[in-house]
């Protein structure tokens, strides 16, 4: 809009005043404070004055400094960035974000569990929030999405209670960040709906290995629309440059004994190491030729729309490359709503999007407690805002004038009169297809083309290696064995037979079950043509960067190999981390060195690979030591990749190591490090 200056646009006149470093300790209103550690008494024993303002504000605010944790994705971490358009699109949209091949725009992104609380853990099985908040010229667009395609629901209606069922259970209040206990599963069989998103959250997916490896979704379908008012539907992906990797099982539930923040250190860490994690933003369009023909519909939140029939094209890119300063005023206080577009993106009719345009604008005022939460500098747009709302809770900005309402003509006797539509702003799309309002009947029903809940599970299924099913398998078995109440496992069975005769015998038999007769499905499945990219398998990154590589040693290692072999890590953009049973003055051949981890303290499931840098004396005394062997069994349990010198096999014969591809001499162990093993997996843990 032509009258738009830039502007910070977050009220940052009252952070000059912030504290520095060295300045002189005051109370909130700016009085200098001479004792900081003693309360005021009436003498050196006696009780405590009622005067005593500096003490009186301090517990006052200490008492005050928690808000309402986000009733959904409250276990979150977050990160600055920009977006660069890579390939600008104006024949699909008009927004200015994507308008400029190099054009940058500054986002905040952040990154949630759904079910627990923020205290909760980082590496439950779960679906992951990935919302990103694009501050761009026009305005601000939140892409409020998660890092699985599809929804548990199709409508906003079945929120509450997909998530009343999800969280502790209601009498007891636990398990907290956990769907294997009986609501969830008595819901979800309930709801054939689910089905698909409840494979997707019992796959491989459910348990990512760092944020900076999962995908993103925007999951609806949006729409586009470009200067001449024509619209796209599409769907927004985000690719991540160091592909997408997952936990196994028992490696995702020592990942949180070994640290709860595996996820929220990751992604600091990496930030601040300099290594920006990024990803590629993608738009799936999916042309009205194509909606028409599909055999469900683009407006229902749990089907996805292959990639192999309508390809992901790619417009840019994300670059997380600085952590938030503070994490309650930025990552606690940020609030992201589906209804923040910019022109140029538009909804569609999707009634659980629809549920959701109204539900985050609603629940700010709860969390932040004011209808002006849009001036805390997170949220605040970064481009200037004016509009006729006043006053209201925590008012900062003070506006001037007597212009608060419109039309007016203040500007008639020479007074501001505010500001004005001045015709280039957000038109919503007029939908006049069939999948558009038609306006003629109230009605409160669920179309007949969301009614196939089977197919796309069953695709998904099919598009899995049998490492990956098998993994499917024994996550619902597992899950199941966790709910009590036998009629709720008897009703899961009957609609896994749907999906598949195989999954439902393999989790039947996992469970010393009876299969029993399938569900009467609304509409019969059909079966899809299996879409590979959604196999985290078959589509491996075979690469180190931004991977761990654990390296053991212990007195009389060889200097020499051990600092190869960091800079061999290095060098292939991997992070080396030197682990041994003491952390100082470690004597090695060659010299002294220190260690980053204890032994006890850094197990090995905080790496993706693992090098064991030891002599025969060494390893024969670790061999004895069960930090140490449990160091190197789990890195071959979880399937990783162990480099040895000669002298290791002490230890790794204590850990039941037995030779395969991941298994190397040290010469070969940077190429096997990027892979994991999974013909391994038979001999170490029982599949259903
Ligand atoms: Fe959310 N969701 N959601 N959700 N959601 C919230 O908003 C809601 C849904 C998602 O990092 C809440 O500010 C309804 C789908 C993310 O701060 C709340 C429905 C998708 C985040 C809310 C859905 C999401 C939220 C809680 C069904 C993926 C975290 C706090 C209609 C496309 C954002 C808040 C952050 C948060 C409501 C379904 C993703 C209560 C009613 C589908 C990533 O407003």
């Not at 008012?229 to 991540?240: D, E, I, L, N």
Request: charged share 25%; proline share 5%; hydrophobic share 40%.
């Amino acid at each position: 809009m032509a009258d738009r200056k830039p502007t910070t646009g977050n009220g940052g006149e009252l952070h000059q005043y912030a504290a520095k470093g060295t300045d002189t300790l005051t109370t909130n209103h700016g009085v200098p404070i001479s004792d900081n550690q003693n309360s005021l008494k009436a003498g050196s024993l006696g009780p405590t004055l009622l005067e005593d303002f500096v003490l009186r504000e301090k517990i006052f605010h200490f008492d005050h400094e928690r808000i309402p944790e986000r009733i959904v994705h409250a276990r979150g971490s977050a990160a600055h960035g920009y977006f660069e358009c890579t390939d600008p699109i104006p024949e699909l949209s008009k927004a200015s974000l994507f308008a400029e091949k190099g054009k940058k725009t500054e986002l905040f992104a952040r990154f949630s569990t759904v079910a627990g609380g923020a205290g909760s853990v980082d590496t439950p099985r779960d679906v992951r929030g990935f919302a990103v908040k694009f501050y761009t010229d026009e305005g601000n667009w939140d892409l409020v999405g998660n890092d699985i395609p599809v929804f548990f629901i199709q409508d906003a209606i079945k929120f509450p209670d997909l998530i009343h069922s999800v969280k502790m259970e209601a009498d007891r209040g636990y398990p907290q960040a956990a769907s294997a206990h009986d609501t969830f599963w008595d819901f979800v069989s309930l709801m054939p709906e689910s089905l698909h998103t409840v494979m997707w959250a019992m796959s491989d997916r459910g348990i990512p290995r760092s944020l900076r490896m999962m995908e993103g979704f925007g999951v609806h379908t949006f729409r586009l629309v470009n200067a001449e008012g024509k619209s796209s539907f599409v769907k927004f992906h985000w690719k991540p440059k160091l592909g997408v990797q997952s936990y196994v099982w028992d490696e995702s539930l020592a990942a949180q004994s070994a640290d709860n923040d595996m996820h929220r250190r990751d992604l600091f860490e990496a930030i601040m190491n300099g290594d920006y994690p990024e990803w590629d933003l993608g738009v799936q369009v999916i042309s009205d030729e194509l909606a028409e023909e599909l055999p469900y519909s683009v407006l229902d939140a749990t089907k996805l729309v292959p990639e192999e029939i309508a390809p992901v094209r790619i417009v840019g890119r994300m670059v997380l490359d600085r952590n938030p300063d503070n994490y309650f005023a930025e990552v606690e206080q940020a609030a992201f709503l589906p209804s923040n577009v910019v022109p140029g993106i538009d909804f569609t009719n999707d009634p659980l999007l629809q549920g959701r345009l109204f539900s985050y604008l609603d629940t700010q005022k709860s969390r932040l407690g004011t209808t002006n939460f849009h001036q805390i500098p997170i949220n605040a747009p970064r481009c200037p805002f004016h509009n006729m709302q006043r006053d209201g809770l925590m008012q900062t900005h003070v506006p001037k004038g007597r212009a608060n309402y419109e039309p007016n003509s203040l500007d008639e006797a020479g007074e501001d009169a505010g500001p004005r539509a001045t015709g280039t702003e957000y038109h919503t799309y007029e939908d006049n297809s069939e999948l558009g309002n038609d306006g003629s009947q109230k009605l409160r029903v669920r179309d007949e083309s969301f009614g196939d809940h089977y197919s796309q599970p069953r695709m998904f299924w099919n598009s899995q290696t049998d490492n990956e099913r098998a993994h499917i398998a024994t996550a619902i078995t597992f899950e199941l064995s966790k709910v009590e109440l036998p009629h709720i496992r008897e009703r899961v069975l009957t609609h896994l037979q749907l999906v598949s005769e195989e999954l439902a015998k393999r989790v039947a038999d996992g469970l010393g079950m009876k299969l029993p007769k399938a569900a009467e499905p609304f509409k019969k499945p059909v079966d899809l043509d299996p879409s590979p990219a959604l196999s985290i398998q078959k589509n491996w990154n075979a690469t180190l960067e931004g991977r761990k590589v654990g390296i053991l040693i212990a007195e009389g290692s060889d200097k020499a190999e051990v600092e190869a072999m960091i800079d061999a890590v290095k060098a292939a953009g991997g992070t080396a981390m030197v682990v041994a049973p003491q952390v100082a003055n470690i004597k090695l051949k060659g010299g002294k060195m220190d260690a980053d981890g204890q032994l006890a303290g850094t197990p090995s499931v905080i790496f993706d690979a693992i090098a064991v840098i030891l002599n025969e004396e060494s390893a024969k005394k670790l061999s004895m030591d069960s930090a140490a062997v449990t160091y190197v069994m789990q890195a071959f349990a979880h399937l990783k990749a162990i480099g040895h010198t000669n002298g290791a096999h002490a230890l790794l014969d204590a850990a039941n190591v037995e030779k395969d591809g991941g298994i190397t001499d040290l010469d070969g162990f940077i190429e096997a490090a990027k892979l994991r093993y999974w013909d391994r997996e038979p001999k170490v843990r029982t599949l259903a």
